[in-house]
Structure formats: C-alpha cells, structure tokens
C-alpha cells in the first residue's frame, strides 16, 4: 500500500460544442449512426486554445482546490498525445504559467492509459521523503491529428484537460493506492497510430529513406483498425480490473466506482459484462465529450469530486486502454 491522497482537481473543456449534426454537414454520418455505434452525442473542439494552455487552465484549479500555490508543487507529469512543441515539455510550459518554479517537470506519453501510469508514478514519487505535492495534467487537442473527412474517426475525439494535485497524507489519514496494473502490448502498435516527422536533411538519399513501419504515408492523422481495437479494448479494461482487484484483495463490490477510458460506449458496456460490474458503478461520460483520450478518465474523476458523488473512504478502479497498445486499472482509496 502507497500512501496517496488526491487534494484537488480541475478541468478546462473548450466552449466549442460539435453535435453529431454538425458533424453529418461534413462527412456522411447521421446522428443515429453515431449514437448508436459510439454512445457520443457531442464534443468539445479547441477554437484554437493550445495543448499547454488548456492544461494550465486545469491545473490552476487543481492547485486552487488543493489550496496550495504553484511553489509547492514539487513534481509536474503531463500525459498528452498531442504537444504543442516537440521541446520544451508541456510539463515546463505549464510549470511556467502557474509560477511552480520548483518542480521538476516531464511528458509521458502513454496515449489513453496516461493518467493511469501518472498515477502510479506518483504514488511512488511521494514515497520519497522531499516530494510532497505532485501535479498530474492530462491535456489532449486530439483534433490536430484527426481527418475530418474520415468518419470512421472524426466522430469519436473530443479536445480538453484535467488535472490532480496528489499528496502526501498524514500517517492517520486511509487514503492510499491500493494496487496497480500497468502493461504493454508493442506488437499490435499498427492497429491505432499516428505518424511524426520523417527524417529529412540536405545528405539524405532519397533511396535510403525507410519506409513507415506501418504504412502510413506523408499525414500525421489517426490510422485506427476498429475492430482489432475493439476486441484487445475490452479484453484489456475487463482483463486489468480483474487483476488489480485480485492485486488489491478487494471484491468488485467493494467498488464505488469504476472510471472507465470513455472511448466507446460499447467498449464499456462489453466490458462492464465480462467483469460482472453493477453498471451503476460505471461512471459513462462520453456522450457529452466523447474521447479525450489521456483527460477522459480525470475529467470524470473531477466532475465525481466536485458533485460531492465521491466522498472519502471510498475505493475507486480507474481503467484505460490506448495506443501502443498500452493498459492499466489503478485502485485508490479516496
């Protein structure tokens, strides 16, 4: 058991709402069609704010909530798929905006499972005796690397960001990580990407250059097999929070909440099934943000917080899926 107590959340949602009607005036969809298949009925889209901005935006709220400032923040880990700079870290350029200039500060990018992995990092970074208040951002502009001519995928991501001030509670206080399951599986990395910068340079022969290890050619958008996704996604969300309950020595009923990746609703619910979950302890938010990718699962975690639906003492399983594939389910008493 790792000591870990969540002192404050927040989270910034772009004013921009995309129905699945203004998304049938673009690409041939219909809103039947995606409600449907996916459980979205709208989304959030940037009118232009930034990755970083959006997630400083959330973790001033956080902070706030914490009722800390920006010097006692000891660590910052942002999670993204989406940088707005290949260097410096959005983890410095939020350290920047919220006047944390102690805290060291880093990326991680584990695509929709990265709020998972941020959590578990935390909980082992506050095990160390000079860190007491760590700052998790998950910030995503998922719709800078999708094609909106694709339907298969533009219907599914939405943009925005949430953050989690984690510290150190006293030795009285119950609030703690119970266990975590963190996993990888490189081999179905095909299945769901999108491609960064070729290597281009005046010496370069042009017969020398690799071809994408997937296949992709000169775009930088979302390449997803629905289907393969589909199938490795509920296995992995059922999969993970059986393991961590096992891991934990915990009964599903013993679970206020499950936060699932909102990625799908089908996913979910498939999910929810095959681990025998009450569907009234999964928390389902997607219809009004849709895939936020790494943001989705803290995004509900704040709206819980701060309806006051989640109250001290209770244990909650978060679960994510995401490219890389990657997974992971954490179980914390809040």
Same mark, same amino acid.
């Given at each position: 058991m790792r000591k870990i107590r969540i002192t404050g959340t927040g989270?910034?949602?772009?004013?921009?709402?995309?129905?699945?009607?203004?998304? $049938?005036?673009?690409?041939?969809?219909?809103?039947e069609w995606i409600?449907? !298949?996916?459980? +979205?009925? %709208?989304?959030? #889209? /940037? $009118?232009?704010?930034?990755?970083?901005?959006?997630g400083a935006q959330?973790? !001033?709220?956080? +902070?706030? %909530?914490?009722? #800390? /400032?920006?010097?006692?923040?000891?660590?910052?880990?942002?999670?993204?798929?989406?940088?707005?700079?290949?260097?410096?870290?959005?983890?410095?350029?939020i350290q920047s905006e919220i006047n944390a200039g102690k805290a060291a500060c880093f990326d991680i990018n584990a695509a929709c499972t990265g709020f998972v992995y941020a959590l578990d990092m935390a909980a082992r970074y506050l095990m160390s005796d000079d860190i007491r208040?760590?700052?998790?951002?998950?910030?995503?502009?998922?719709s800078k690397i999708v094609d909106y001519s694709d339907r298969s995928t533009c219907v599914l991501?939405?943009?925005?960001?949430?953050?989690v001030v984690c510290s150190r509670p006293s030795d009285q206080d119950e609030s703690a990580m119970l266990a975590t399951v963190l996993g990888s599986e490189g081999q179905g990395g095909q299945?769901?990407?999108?491609?960064?910068?070729?290597?281009?340079?005046?010496?370069?022969?042009?017969?020398q250059v690799w071809p994408d290890r997937f296949g992709q050619q000169d775009d930088h958008y979302v390449n997803m097999d629905g289907q393969e996704v589909y199938k490795f996604a509920i296995r992995a969300l059922s999969d993970s929070v059986?393991?961590?309950?096992?891991?934990?020595?915990?009964?599903?009923?013993e679970l206020r909440y499950i936060i699932p990746h909102q990625a799908n609703s089908r996913i979910v619910n498939a999910a929810a099934r095959r681990m025998k979950a009450d569907p009234q302890q999964i928390i389902s938010r997607m219809?009004?943000?849709?895939?936020?990718?790494?943001?989705?699962?803290?995004?509900?975690?704040?709206?819980?917080?701060?309806s006051g639906r989640l109250r001290r003492g209770e244990k909650v399983a978060l679960c994510g899926f995401g490219a890389g594939l990657t997974y992971g389910a954490a179980i914390f008493i809040y």
């Open positions: 989270n910034y949602l772009p004013e921009l709402v995309v129905t699945n009607q203004m998304m $049938s005036e673009i690409v041939e969809t219909s809103d409600l449907t !298949r996916t459980g +979205i009925a %709208e989304r959030r #889209l /940037s $009118s232009g704010e930034p990755t970083w901005y959006m959330a973790a !001033r709220l956080a +902070i706030s %909530e914490a009722g #800390l /400032s920006g010097e006692d923040i000891d660590l910052i880990i942002v999670t993204t798929i989406t940088p707005d700079y290949y260097t410096p870290s959005t983890a410095c350029i208040h760590i700052l998790i951002v998950s910030t995503e502009n998922i991501f939405g943009d925005g960001a949430s953050a299945y769901l990407y999108s491609k960064a910068l070729d290597v281009k340079h005046p010496f370069i022969k042009k017969e059986l393991k961590v309950i096992r891991k934990a020595n915990v009964s599903i009923d219809s009004d943000f849709g895939n936020t990718s790494s943001a989705s699962i803290p995004i509900c975690l704040d709206e819980l917080i701060r």
